[in-house]
Structure formats: structure tokens, C-alpha cells
């Protein structure tokens, strides 16, 4: 099995741009989670998945983010337009009923 | 809204010391509660998971325990290492375990040589 699969690794863009960041969940696990990571904040939860639907994305910052998983085996998180304040470290993970959650290596976004 | 500490946000110990890493949540109606280890730039490595109904994790030096009804977690770490210095995460989830993991600010453990 290779893991929650996150791309890119590395993404530096300039403010205004449109970022977007890719997830691809353990097969057969139903549930994916985006969280965002700062020295500040820490870890974040901004949108979870079950069977490819939405259920609460309440930790989504404001408009400019949004979320989508059009299967089981692939999700984005889209970020338009990007700012600074948007620099960070985005993981993704997947679970399965339970049994422990999974994370992707992260992508680090650097908005200048 | 459940809330997740961990005590000491930092901790040095030098090489071989055993030492114990706290964590402690408001909602003990908790699913279960997972131990994560995150090295500097990296994602994050599940250690162990302790479902609800279990007192206890072990997995070679590491050890976790769970009291739900006190809300609190505890991560022993036995002959410590310099490869074991690392933050170290604590997470809980509610419900039904389909549910997001709410996370802890961390431990960052420093191990001597």
C-alpha cells in the first residue's frame, strides 16, 4: 500500500494566484480529512469527506478555499486567490471506520 | 467543544532516560485516541492507537495508556534514544470514529546524547 498520496510537495506562488493541492486516500479507506498545519496553530481540521460527501467544513477559512472529492480516490483543496497568510503545511488523511487515520507526507505552501 | 493539552510543550532528556509524555482531553466520550510522531519537515507517523474500551498500547519501547473517565493519556517511552527525539502528537476523535482527530500542540523531545 503506498499511503495517502499528496501532491505537490512543495508549492511557492505569488499572492493572487490559484493553488491547488491533491490527495489521493488509502483504498478503501471512506473518510478523508485536509488539515492545515502553523507554528501558531497547529493542526487544523478545515473539511472532512465520508463517502466522497462533505460534512463539515466550518474549519474553512473564508471563501477563497474550497474542497472537493468527485470519488473515492482523489480529492483537492483549491485556494483562490492565495495570500500570504495562507503559508503552510496541508495534510491530508484518510481512515477507515475507526481504525487510526493515516497522513500524507503534506504539502508546504509558501505564498510571497 | 473538545480540547486536547499536552504537558511539557518541550522536554530534554539525555540518552537512556525513561520518561512519560502527557496528554489530556475535556469530552471523555472519546472514540478512541492516537499517538503520532512528527519529525522536523515531515508528515506525521501514527505510533499507536488505543480504541475506547482498551487500557493500553504497546508496541517495543512505547507504551500508552488510556483513562477515559479522567480524560487523560499518558506515552512512556522506555530507554529513550537520540533517533526518538521528534514532537510527538496526541489526537482524539468522538462519535462514531468516522469523525476528524482533534489534536494537541505537541511535545518536541529532545534525547541527549
Known amino acids: 500500500d503506498a499511503g495517502v498520496i499528496q501532491s505537490p510537495r512543495h508549492e511557492v506562488t505569488e499572492m493572487g494566484q490559484e493553488v491547488t493541492l491533491r490527495c489521493k486516500p488509502i483504498?478503501?479507506?471512506?473518510?478523508l480529512f485536509w488539515y492545515r498545519q502553523t507554528m501558531m496553530r497547529g493542526l487544523e481540521l478545515l473539511i472532512y469527506?465520508?463517502?466522497?460527501?462533505?460534512?463539515?467544513d466550518s474549519g474553512m477559512p473564508e471563501d477563497r478555499f474550497s474542497a472537493k472529492m468527485p470519488n473515492a480516490s482523489f480529492s483537492t483543496l483549491k485556494i483562490q486567490p492565495s495570500e500570504p497568510r495562507d503559508s503552510a503545511v496541508y495534510f491530508c488523511?484518510?481512515?477507515?471506520?475507526?481504525?487510526?487515520?493515516?497522513f500524507g507526507s503534506g504539502t508546504r505552501l509558501t505564498v510571497v | 467543544k473538545q480540547e486536547v493539552t499536552q504537558i511539557p510543550a518541550a522536554l530534554s532528556v539525555p540518552e537512556g532516560e525513561n520518561l512519560v509524555l502527557n496528554c489530556s482531553f475535556t469530552?471523555?466520550?472519546?472514540?478512541?485516541l492516537q499517538w503520532f510522531r512528527q519529525d522536523p519537515g515531515k508528515g506525521l507517523t501514527s505510533l499507536l492507537l488505543?480504541?475506547?474500551?482498551?487500557r493500553e498500547q504497546t508496541s517495543g519501547r512505547l507504551n500508552a495508556s488510556l483513562d477515559k473517565s479522567s480524560g487523560r493519556s499518558t506515552l512512556y517511552i522506555a530507554a529513550s534514544q537520540p533517533g526518538d527525539s521528534a514532537t510527538y502528537l496526541c489526537?482524539?476523535?468522538?462519535?462514531?470514529?468516522?469523525?476528524?482527530?482533534?489534536f494537541g500542540k505537541g511535545t518536541r523531545l529532545s534525547v541527549i546524547a
Open positions: 488523511a484518510s481512515s477507515e471506520q475507526g481504525r487510526g487515520y493515516t
Open positions: 483504498s478503501g479507506h471512506n473518510s
Open positions: 469527506f465520508n463517502n466522497n460527501v462533505p460534512i463539515d
Open positions: 469530552d471523555s466520550a472519546i472514540y478512541n
Open positions: 488505543i480504541q475506547s474500551s482498551q
Open positions: 489526537a482524539v476523535t468522538l462519535g462514531s470514529g468516522n469523525t476528524p482527530l482533534v
